[in-house]
């Protein structure tokens, strides 16, 4: 079992930038792959990107690259989603998930994760 929890959400102008955070607990010992999900209203969940457990690789889905950076600390207890250049299509849910099946890649699907936090909104005004 691990926990997550999403936090430094907000509302924000178009062009501002924001830092999310996730923090995880529980499975010591035990690597998963971690991933940043989004969902807008009435969307599905969006792959945005993740980190490897391996080697910290972080991977981007396409519109993500270039403007938002996913990094996480030394003891791989938290993981972070920079957000730069923030536009009102940015607006949703912000949600960090974990996949314990992976080591060395991350997943672009959102049913290969087990574990889940909460979400963060995220609003991106014009």
């Known amino acids: 079992q691990v926990r997550l929890e999403e936090s430094g959400g907000g509302l924000v102008q178009a062009g501002d930038s924001l830092k999310l955070s996730c923090a995880a607990s529980?499975?010591?010992?035990?690597?998963?792959?971690m991933g940043w999900f989004r969902q807008a209203p009435g969307q599905e969940k969006e792959f945005i990107g993740g980190i490897a457990w391996s080697d910290d690789s972080p991977f981007y889905e396409d519109f993500a690259r270039g403007r938002f950076m996913i990094s996480r600390d030394g003891a791989k207890n938290t993981m972070a989603l920079q957000m730069n250049n923030l536009k009102p299509e940015d607006t949703g849910v912000y949600y960090c998930?974990?996949?314990?099946?992976?080591?060395?890649?991350?997943?672009?699907?959102?049913?290969?994760?087990?574990?889940w936090g909460r979400g963060t909104q995220v609003t991106v005004s014009s």
């Open positions: 998930a974990a996949d314990p099946a992976l080591l060395r890649s991350v997943s672009r699907r959102a049913p290969s994760y087990d574990w």
């Open positions: 529980g499975r010591a010992g035990s690597g998963y792959a």
